[in-house]
């Protein structure tokens, strides 16, 4: 299987955790393939930018995220 995470959703797991977690913890496990693009990318670092400004630790949270989020085949 294969998807498109939300921008929200994905900048949801530095601030809550939840379903969102769960998501990605479903994502790094292997159940469903993560499809992004160049586009898809600069939103999540827009909208995590924009949650994450002013707080060190979500901002050090963000940063390994995208990361994670990069090293996907695109």
């Not at 900048?11 to 898809?40: K, Q, R």
């Not at 924009?50 to 090293?71: F, Q, W």
Request: aromatic fraction near 6%.
């Amino acid at each position: 299987m294969r998807g498109v995470l939300d921008a929200n959703v994905v900048v949801s797991v530095l601030l809550f955790g939840g379903v969102p977690g769960t998501i990605l913890t479903a994502w790094t496990s292997g159940a469903f393939t993560l499809i992004v693009s160049p586009p898809v990318l600069d939103e999540y670092r827009r909208v995590g930018r924009e949650l994450a400004r002013g707080r060190a630790p979500r901002d050090a949270a963000l940063g390994a995220l995208l990361a994670l989020v990069e090293s996907t085949p695109r």
